[in-house]
């Protein structure tokens, strides 16, 4: 699935709820259907990502692994 990333976030080193809570910041600056790419190091991230699009409505388009980084995709209701 090839999405236009819109805004790219390295976020690795900070750990919870700093990844989502920057995240969030991010996704409140933009416009509907933006993509955001977010890479994180807290393995707590995972699980945070995926209850938060759970219930913000923004889309998890993709949640992928790199070593010891976690990459979210998502899209912004």
């Known amino acids: ?5 819109t805004v790219e976030l390295d976020l690795s080193g ?3 709820p700093m990844p989502l809570l920057k995240t969030r910041q991010a996704l409140n600056k933009m ?5 955001v ?3 994180a ?3 707590a ?5 995926k209850v938060f699009a759970d219930q913000s409505g923004n889309q998890l388009l ?3 692994r790199a070593g010891s980084s976690f990459i979210f995709v998502l ?3």
């Open 1 to 5: 699935m090839n999405q236009v990333i």
């Open 14 to 16: 900070l750990t919870c």
């Open 31 to 35: 416009a509907s259907g933006d993509v």
């Open 37 to 39: 790419r977010v890479v």
């Open 41 to 43: 190091t807290d393995p």
């Open 45 to 49: 991230s995972e699980r945070d990502f």
């Open 62 to 64: 993709s949640v992928d």
């Open 75 to 77: 899209r912004k209701s």
